[in-house]
């Protein structure tokens, strides 16, 4: 019973309308209309076996025998079209944009805390601001090299970011291995409706490394993908996008310092490495510099690093801009870095630090989401609506302890999109990640991203540790 | 018989990379099926019976067609007539894997394939394929048969690349100052698909998608098993092997080392100043002469 909405509230649904379906599911709705539930029963499971053959399942931890898992995947996908898109691709890069300036100000001459946009203390006691990273610029300035942006819709042309997941954004394999399965299961579908395609994305992705390399790299700049190894719960991803690019995939053991670059071992000896992309948290990069008993990563990277010898994508540091106290102040920060308006919405946030915000989240606790400053993962939150009052008084106490670690915000009417069950169709909750890629180049979104949803009637949640599903989401061709 | 089967194998691989285009980039749809069937040498077969380029019937064309001598069901049938004229010849296992794949092929082509089942039928082609070559590599005595069997497949596949090279690729390119551009994703795409070299292009090729790379990467390089230098290696390696076995050196012999010759030591600059298209007409005219000149030597003719 966790999660639920009130039965009586209406939501945004994105497949159809009072008057039939919505324009952009036109031709899908028609398609649907005549096939039957046995046949598509029968594709659901294809996939299913389509899903294990790639091996893109993943382990569940502290479940050393357990199966491995599949994200369930829904077969009906998630359309927009272009139109729709590209508002959402401009406020997206936006927002990118404004995030890497930010993090180049926050850790070199820190004008938006001398501008008094934002507080200082919430710069200085956050655990995500590395201070090895000040007075520092990481090759090209780029900080965020990919950026997964939480989106979510409540109407017709309400778009709002509900988070900036600028550390390291995982979800991009499923975005890629949806539209595999689609392909190979409807391929009639798109010979009718014209999808605009995002295999281009690992291709995209290495130029985008590889512009983002040290300017004292001579020659094609060497990149690898830094795995925590094959217990990690994204390795498959891992593994996949290094095969994809076409570039080594390693381990911390398999790099060292050598004459003031990283390098790896091959077969012929040390090899210098030009770009890192991690998917080790900052945490675990440096034993010598951060945690002290890391086995994950090499040994004097940082010290490579500030030397300007090695990238590291997403740079260590940027965690302080998805951070969520400091998403409170977004709007603000892309006012003061881009000179605009914020094409994108953010949520109403309340910063639960401060006093008159304090009370307003506690007097309405049952009508709100309070999330933790630095969770992710659906986990340690609160949703009020779906919460008893057991649990709400709990929360209020905790809440009380230490209320600068809370934000408040209200529960969103999440748009639905049907998803396939044993009776047909039934809406279910979705958000979206984008996702976008940063070098001196510029900023490129993959057309569509990662459609999650949440496959339990009315829950909100659609986070895959919290029973969540995926979707393969079109972005149509105009 | 071998060369059946990998012509059946190319034909499943072209009608992919076609398909895909098809579905994932319409505007390039109608261009990309007309350079399968001009690259699988059946336009003026096509053309008589149909007019235009669409999907469903190029291919049916590609798949079914009593019509095409080098349709999938026409070439599935005459490698299985082969095996069975020869069935000594083979071990029980690569008969086995010959009339599976024809009774398996045979049924699932005996309809027109809707487009929802394409790529199903498609991985099964190239699937069964894959088990006639693995009972022949892990079964046969490696003696004379063997590299007939191979030799087959070796000029199959010369053939097969190099005409790749000459209708798409140089169709892809409407100047020479084309040449040194990065090429667009599209066109790079099809071409490796065609060869199912789009992942291993990425990891053995430093450097990016130019058209001399590519063309360097199909044309010279000897790591990529589709490439005309590798195919060459073989065709020279098993007529050695012949040559050896038999005691005997043929015309042929000679033949294939000069093909091989063309392309030895050669970099991709010098064929460019050649003139690609000459130089690519020269290997298709001249691995002909040398499958005729095979056959002769070794009196396949009667």
């Known amino acids: 019973m966790l999660n639920k909405m009130k039965p009586h509230e209406k939501f945004f649904n994105e497949m159809t309308s009072e008057g039939g379906p919505r324009s952009p599911y036109g031709i899908y709705d028609a398609w649907f209309a005549g096939q039957n539930n046995e046949r598509l029963a029968q594709k659901a499971a294809e996939a299913e076996a389509f899903f294990r053959r790639s091996g893109i399942t993943f382990n569940v931890y502290g479940q050393a025998d357990a199966e491995e898992r599949l994200i369930p995947f829904d077969l009906v996908p998630r359309i927009l079209a272009e139109r729709e898109w590209t508002k959402l691709a401009k406020g997206i890069e936006q927002r990118v944009i404004a995030i890497n300036a930010f993090l180049h100000d926050i850790y070199n001459r820190q004008e938006i805390l001398r501008a008094g946009v934002i507080p200082t203390k919430l710069i200085a006691q956050n655990d995500a601001f590395l201070p090895q990273m000040i007075d520092f610029s990481p090759p090209s300035d780029v900080y965020t090299h990919i950026v997964g942006t939480d989106v979510v819709r409540t109407g017709e042309d309400d778009f709002f970011v509900l988070e900036d997941n600028a550390r390291t954004p995982s979800g991009v394999s499923y975005m890629l291995e949806n539209r595999e399965t689609m392909l190979q299961m409807f391929p009639e579908l798109f010979s009718m409706i014209k999808v605009q395609p995002v295999s281009d994305y690992p291709k995209n992705l290495r130029r985008s490394l590889e512009a983002s390399a040290p300017a004292s790299c001579e020659g094609r700049p060497c990149v690898v993908v830094l795995t925590p190894g094959i217990h990690n719960s994204a390795y498959y991803e891992h593994s996949f996008l290094a095969d994809q690019m076409g570039v080594e995939l390693v381990e911390g053991h398999d790099l060292r310092v050598v004459d003031g670059h990283i390098a790896m071992r091959t077969t012929k000896g040390y090899k210098v490495i030009d770009v890192i992309y991690r998917r080790v948290d900052d945490e675990y990069l440096d034993p010598l510099t951060f945690n002290p008993n890391s086995m994950l990563g090499v040994p004097g990277i940082m010290d490579v690093y500030r030397a300007g010898n090695i990238t590291i994508a997403n740079a260590p540091g940027t965690g302080v801009a998805d951070d969520k106290a400091i998403y409170s102040y977004m709007p603000d920060i892309v006012k003061f870095y881009t000179g605009e308006k914020p094409i994108l919405k953010n949520v109403q946030t309340f910063r639960c630090g401060e006093a008159d915000s304090l009370k307003y989240v506690l007097d309405n606790l049952a009508d709100l989401v309070v999330k933790e400053v630095h969770g992710s993962g659906g986990y340690g939150m609160l949703v009020g609506p779906a919460a008893t009052k057991k649990e709400i008084a709990a929360f209020a106490e905790k809440l009380k302890a230490r209320p600068a670690n809370y934000i408040a915000q209200p529960t969103l009417a999440l748009s639905t999109v049907p998803i396939f069950t044993e009776s047909g169709l039934a809406p279910r909750h979705v958000d979206l990640r984008p996702f976008a890629l940063m070098s001196s180049k510029g900023v490129n979104i993959t057309p569509g991203g990662l459609t999650r949803v949440a496959l339990e009637e009315g829950s909100l949640v659609v986070n895959s540790s919290q029973g969540g599903g995926t979707k393969d989401t079109w972005v149509l061709e105009d | ?302």
């Open chain 2, 1 to 302: 018989m071998f060369r059946y089967l990998e012509r059946a194998e190319n034909a499943a691989r072209l009608v992919e990379a076609g398909f895909r285009i098809a579905l994932t980039r319409s505007n390039d749809a109608e261009a990309e099926w007309k350079s399968v069937i001009v690259t699988t040498a059946s336009q003026i077969g096509y053309d008589t019976l149909h007019d235009g380029y669409d999907s469903s019937r190029v291919v049916d064309y590609l798949l079914r067609a009593p019509e095409n001598p080098s349709s999938v069901l026409s070439v599935i049938k005459a490698a299985r007539d082969n095996a069975r004229l020869t069935r000594t010849a083979l071990t029980t296992e690569v008969w086995y894997a010959v009339n599976d794949t024809w009774m398996l092929l045979t049924d699932l082509l005996k309809d027109p394939i809707p487009e929802t089942e394409l790529p199903g039928v498609l991985a099964t082609i190239r699937q069964q394929s894959g088990l006639v070559r693995g009972a022949l590599y892990g079964t046969m005595l490696r003696n004379d048969i063997y590299d007939f069997c191979r030799l087959g497949s070796a000029i199959e596949r010369m053939d097969n690349t190099a005409r790749i090279i000459d209708v798409k690729y140089y169709s892809l390119l409407p100047s020479p100052s084309f040449i040194g551009s990065r090429m667009d994703n599209v066109q790079w795409e099809t071409i490796l698909r065609s060869v199912s070299a789009h992942r291993s292009f990425r990891w053995a090729v430093e450097g990016d998608f130019t058209a001399p790379a590519i063309a360097d990467f199909l044309i010279l390089d000897r790591r990529m098993p589709r490439s005309l230098s590798f195919s060459a290696g073989q065709i020279v390696e098993h007529l050695n092997m012949l040559g050896a076995e038999y005691e005997t050196r043929m015309p042929s012999h000679d033949m294939a080392d000069a093909l091989q010759t063309q392309l030895k030591g050669r970099d991709i600059n010098s064929i460019f100043e050649q003139g690609l298209h000459e130089f690519i007409s020269g290997v298709i005219t001249d691995t002909a002469q040398l499958a005729q000149q095979i056959a002769e030597d070794y009196r396949f003719t009667g």
